[in-house]
């Protein structure tokens, strides 16, 4: 006769395994679910509201747009909203996974600048919902269009910023050079622009945390945990 004992028990260390492992699978599906927000709230909403983040828009025609598609717009800025909270809590979590490497250093300081940049993003589109009149005419000279100004700038340059120093973090572990390398020279080259005084569109900027996300989908990430 052949006795069965109790089903056999994953060890602590298969079971501690078993979470990283989810944990690494969620935080690349917050960045990626956030990337693709942004990106659908610009590309999905041009036909109806123009290219306003694509393009500089005749002051003339915000106005007119805004007033017959108000509800497209005020959607557009919820949906740069989730998708900027999103990649900022991906970005939380991808420190918590760093806590254990070399790169913890640069991640923290990561996440300090996302906040920032979160922040400053969601001042924006409160601005743009609430007052987007007055925050895109410039010849309004109201002091919500100044203050969003300013907000756009540390905006994406606290983006940038995070974004980079995540970079610099995955090349100080054990994760493809061409990670970090990627993240950190397209951050770099948004940056320049930034200094040029050129305005760009925020799916250029999180368009690298798509890049991140899918990085950490993969059997490597999953398997080695980058470090």
């Keep these: 006769m052949i006795i069965l004992g109790p089903p056999s028990q994953l060890s602590p260390i298969e079971v501690a395994r078993q979470a990283g492992r989810q944990f690494i699978?969620?935080?690349?599906?917050?960045?990626?679910a956030g990337s693709l927000c942004c990106w659908l709230s610009i590309l999905a909403l041009v036909p109806v509201l123009g290219d306003f983040y694509l393009a500089v828009v005749p002051p003339s025609q915000y106005a007119a747009t805004i007033v017959d598609h108000y509800l497209a717009w005020i959607l557009q800025q919820i949906l740069l909203g989730a998708g900027v909270l999103l990649v900022t809590l991906g970005v939380?979590?991808?420190?918590?996974?760093?806590?254990?490497?070399?790169?913890?250093?640069?991640?923290?300081l990561g996440v300090i600048a996302g906040l920032v940049a979160a922040i400053s993003w969601v001042i924006i589109f409160c601005m743009l919902i609430f007052f987007p009149i007055e925050s895109l005419m410039p010849d309004t000279n109201h002091w919500l269009l100044q203050l969003q100004s300013y907000c756009w700038f540390c905006a994406t340059l606290f983006s940038l910023l995070s974004i980079l120093l995540i970079g610099i973090a995955f090349l100080r572990v054990n994760a493809p050079v061409a990670v970090g390398a990627s993240t950190i020279l397209l951050s770099l080259v948004l940056l320049v622009i930034l200094n040029l005084g050129v305005i760009f569109s925020p799916i250029f900027i999180y368009t690298i945390p798509l890049i991140i996300g899918a990085y950490l989908l993969t059997p490597r990430a999953i398997r080695d945990k980058a470090y």
């Design 25 to 32: 699978r969620t935080t690349g599906k917050y960045l990626i």
């Design 92 to 108: 939380a979590r991808l420190a918590r996974w760093f806590l254990p490497t070399r790169g913890r250093i640069f991640t923290n």
